[in-house]
Nanobody, 113 residues
Framework: QVQLVESGGGLVQPGGSLRLSCVTSGIIVYAFHMDWYRQAPGRQREFVARITSGGNAHYSDFARGRFTLSRPNNTMYLQMNGLQPNDTAVYYC?????????WGQGTQVTVSS
Protein backbone atom coordinates (compact mmCIF):
# COMPACT_ATOMS: atom_id res chain seq x y z
CA GLN A 1 0.00 0.00 0.00
CA VAL A 2 1.33 3.38 -1.00
CA GLN A 3 1.34 6.14 1.61
CA LEU A 4 2.60 9.71 1.53
CA VAL A 5 2.60 11.43 4.92
CA GLU A 6 3.37 15.11 5.25
CA SER A 7 4.51 16.78 8.44
CA GLY A 8 6.35 19.86 9.62
CA GLY A 9 3.64 22.43 9.23
CA GLY A 10 2.64 24.83 11.95
CA LEU A 11 2.33 28.45 12.95
CA VAL A 12 5.25 30.72 12.12
CA GLN A 13 5.77 34.48 12.15
CA PRO A 14 6.36 36.42 8.94
CA GLY A 15 9.95 36.02 7.86
CA GLY A 16 10.25 32.67 9.58
CA SER A 17 11.10 29.24 8.27
CA LEU A 18 9.64 25.76 8.23
CA ARG A 19 10.79 22.45 6.81
CA LEU A 20 8.07 20.18 5.49
CA SER A 21 8.60 16.46 5.15
CA CYS A 22 6.88 13.93 2.91
CA VAL A 23 7.62 10.43 4.10
CA THR A 24 6.72 7.76 1.59
CA SER A 25 6.11 4.05 1.78
CA GLY A 26 5.25 1.60 -0.93
CA ILE A 27 7.09 3.52 -3.65
CA ILE A 28 10.64 4.33 -4.60
CA VAL A 29 10.75 8.13 -4.80
CA TYR A 30 13.53 8.07 -7.36
CA ALA A 31 11.13 6.41 -9.80
CA PHE A 32 8.59 9.23 -9.48
CA HIS A 33 8.40 12.93 -9.99
CA MET A 34 7.74 14.33 -6.52
CA ASP A 35 5.72 17.51 -6.19
CA TRP A 36 4.59 19.94 -3.55
CA TYR A 37 1.26 21.69 -4.01
CA ARG A 38 -0.61 24.03 -1.73
CA GLN A 39 -4.19 25.17 -1.29
CA ALA A 40 -5.21 28.29 0.53
CA PRO A 41 -8.78 28.78 1.78
CA GLY A 42 -11.10 29.66 -1.07
CA ARG A 43 -8.42 29.13 -3.69
CA GLN A 44 -7.50 26.39 -6.11
CA ARG A 45 -4.66 24.03 -5.38
CA GLU A 46 -1.47 25.41 -6.91
CA PHE A 47 1.91 23.98 -7.82
CA VAL A 48 4.82 24.84 -5.55
CA ALA A 49 7.81 22.79 -6.65
CA ARG A 50 8.91 19.53 -8.22
CA ILE A 51 11.92 17.30 -8.02
CA THR A 52 12.04 15.00 -11.00
CA SER A 53 12.93 11.33 -10.97
CA GLY A 54 16.26 12.45 -12.38
CA GLY A 55 16.86 14.80 -9.47
CA ASN A 56 16.20 18.12 -11.18
CA ALA A 57 14.31 20.71 -9.14
CA HIS A 58 11.76 23.15 -10.53
CA TYR A 59 10.05 25.93 -8.61
CA SER A 60 7.08 28.16 -9.11
CA ASP A 61 7.83 31.84 -9.35
CA PHE A 62 6.72 32.51 -5.79
CA ALA A 63 8.85 29.68 -4.41
CA ARG A 64 12.06 30.28 -6.34
CA GLY A 65 14.75 31.73 -4.14
CA ARG A 66 12.88 31.06 -0.90
CA PHE A 67 12.03 27.34 -1.00
CA THR A 68 14.42 24.44 -1.49
CA LEU A 69 13.65 20.83 -2.30
CA SER A 70 15.68 17.81 -1.25
CA ARG A 71 15.07 14.11 -1.53
CA PRO A 72 17.35 11.91 0.56
CA ASN A 73 16.38 8.29 1.04
CA ASN A 74 12.64 7.83 0.52
CA THR A 75 11.62 11.20 1.94
CA MET A 76 11.13 14.55 0.28
CA TYR A 77 11.72 17.82 2.11
CA LEU A 78 10.68 21.37 1.38
CA GLN A 79 12.71 23.98 3.22
CA MET A 80 10.74 27.21 3.27
CA ASN A 81 12.40 30.47 4.25
CA GLY A 82 11.13 34.01 4.32
CA LEU A 83 7.55 32.91 4.83
CA GLN A 84 4.82 35.49 4.39
CA PRO A 85 1.12 35.51 5.29
CA ASN A 86 0.17 34.68 1.71
CA ASP A 87 2.08 31.41 2.07
CA THR A 88 -0.61 30.25 4.47
CA ALA A 89 -2.14 27.09 3.03
CA VAL A 90 -2.39 23.35 3.34
CA TYR A 91 0.68 21.86 1.69
CA TYR A 92 0.41 18.52 -0.08
CA CYS A 93 2.98 16.20 -1.57
CA UNK A 94 2.34 14.18 -4.68
CA UNK A 95 4.15 11.33 -6.38
CA UNK A 96 3.47 10.98 -10.08
CA UNK A 97 4.66 8.68 -12.82
CA UNK A 98 2.81 8.50 -16.13
CA UNK A 99 -0.89 8.24 -15.24
CA UNK A 100 -0.26 7.03 -11.69
CA UNK A 101 -0.33 9.55 -8.89
CA UNK A 102 -0.51 9.48 -5.13
CA TRP A 103 -1.29 12.29 -2.72
CA GLY A 104 -0.68 12.85 0.93
CA GLN A 105 -3.25 14.21 3.36
CA GLY A 106 -1.60 17.62 3.70
CA THR A 107 -0.01 19.67 6.45
CA GLN A 108 -1.21 23.12 7.51
CA VAL A 109 1.17 26.06 7.30
CA THR A 110 0.01 29.29 8.91
CA VAL A 111 2.08 32.46 8.70
CA SER A 112 0.86 35.12 11.08
CA SER A 113 2.11 37.55 13.66
Amino acid sequence: QVQLVESGGGLVQPGGSLRLSCVTSGIIVYAFHMDWYRQAPGRQREFVARITSGGNAHYSDFARGRFTLSRPNNTMYLQMNGLQPNDTAVYYCRAIRSSTEYWGQGTQVTVSS
